[in-house]
């Protein structure tokens, strides 16, 4: 069962989140001598990027032992506006010390499916054999997406590779993404949902049985030994009497 938890404002979701990436990171590192993150773009974990790399928060996260993925990117140079390695990087990155070496962009510059290639090489490389990610920090739009798994896409029918370029008709674009094999082998994947334009989602993406993941993809992330963590503000978490997620507060 995922754990729900609501706040008042994105602030307190994102102090949630941030305490939930410091407990991760000192596990991972006491436990196997590093942290291996991937975040996502989108606006809702702009501020939880720089709270981390605020004065109080930079210092409590072992940045040296730190290896930072992406769960997905846009088919965008680095230095785009929608890039989010360049949200990332400008938000968090240039204010923390983590060894270049282990920043591990996706080249949304490349083509596509090349671009996928070259990541999944590189994730599989730096885990290692019968390694997982220790946590994985999603969004979810008002369409159900995820990473870039968005519906009706043939990403969501990937079984074996970790990374894939998906074409994204609503958006005429591509996408480079983690898959559900990747995601779900995670030892803790973190949504952050706000705004009550994700609402009806967040209700369907939590319903018990399931909705189709093909119409939404955020219900397809099940770990399959790890932890889920829903942290959504109260716009988004309508009462459980109207249908809503049962949540704690
Ligand atoms: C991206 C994301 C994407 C995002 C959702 C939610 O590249 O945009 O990784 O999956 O998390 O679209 O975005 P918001 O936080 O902006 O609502």
């Not at 400008?90 to 671009?115: F, K, M, S, Y």
């Not at 599989?124 to 009706?152: E, I, K, N, W, Y």
């Not at 074409?167 to 480079?176: E, M, N, Q, S, T």
Request: with cysteine.
């Amino acid at each position: 069962m995922p754990q729900v938890h609501s706040f008042p404002t994105i602030t307190e979701l994102s102090h949630e989140a941030a305490t939930l990436l410091v407990e991760a990171a000192w596990e991972a590192v006491t436990d196997r001598g590093r942290f291996l993150v991937a975040f996502s773009g989108g606006n809702t974990p702009r501020p939880l990027y720089e709270l981390l790399a605020s004065e109080q928060w930079a210092h409590r996260i072992p940045w040296q032992q730190t290896h930072v993925f992406w769960a997905d990117e846009r088919c965008v140079p680095p230095e785009h506006a929608a890039s989010n390695y360049r949200l990332v990087r400008e938000t968090l990155l240039t204010r923390v010390q983590v060894p270049p070496t282990q920043v591990h962009r996706i080249r949304g510059e490349q083509e596509p499916q090349r671009a996928a290639r070259e990541y999944e090489a590189r994730l599989q490389r730096v885990l290692g054999p019968h390694a997982s990610l220790d946590l994985v920090l999603l969004g979810m739009g008002a369409d159900g997406h995820t990473a870039s798994l968005f519906p009706g896409t043939a990403a969501l029918r990937e079984r074996r590779r970790w990374v894939v370029a998906n074409h994204v008709p609503a958006l005429g674009a591509w996408r480079i993404t983690l898959t559900y094999p990747a995601i779900n082998s995670a030892r803790q994947v973190v949504f952050m949902v706000a705004g009550p334009d994700k609402a009806d989602m967040l209700a369907r993406a939590l319903a018990d049985p399931p909705w189709p993941v093909s119409q939404v993809p955020a219900a397809g992330v099940r770990p399959v030994s790890g932890r889920l963590t829903w942290l959504v503000d109260e716009a988004a978490a309508l009462p459980a009497s109207m249908g809503g997620p049962r949540v704690t507060h």
